[in-house]
């Protein structure tokens, strides 16, 4: 793990790997942003990644092109996994 995990929310840290992605913020604790396994860059696409922070305090995340069996590849394709998502989550309770 990486110092980035320390006391970090880990919807943030997603949320910073996303900013150039066309993040949006569409309500309290939502946004959406361009998907980046299919729409880097956008070329008229509309923001298709949706992301939340659950009520758990863990990230939601769903492509509405990609489908939630790509949730795993998006992470990658951010640099993050799972592994990393939770233990972020066991620290900053």
Not at 42 to 53: C, D, E, W, Y
Not at 78 to 91: D, N, P, T
Request: charged share 25%; glycine share 10%; net charge positive.
């Amino acid at each position: 793990m990486t110092g980035e995990w320390n006391n970090v929310d880990p919807t943030q840290v997603i949320l910073s790997r996303l900013k150039d992605f066309g993040l949006k913020s569409i309500g309290a604790s939502k946004w959406k942003a361009f998907c980046p396994l299919h729409e880097n860059p956008p070329k008229g696409h509309k923001r298709s990644l949706f992301i939340a922070r659950g009520n758990n305090g863990l990230p939601v995340l769903f492509c509405q092109a990609c489908g939630k069996e790509k949730t795993t590849e998006i992470l990658k394709s951010l640099g993050l996994s799972w592994k990393e998502i939770y233990a972020g989550r066991q620290r900053t309770r």
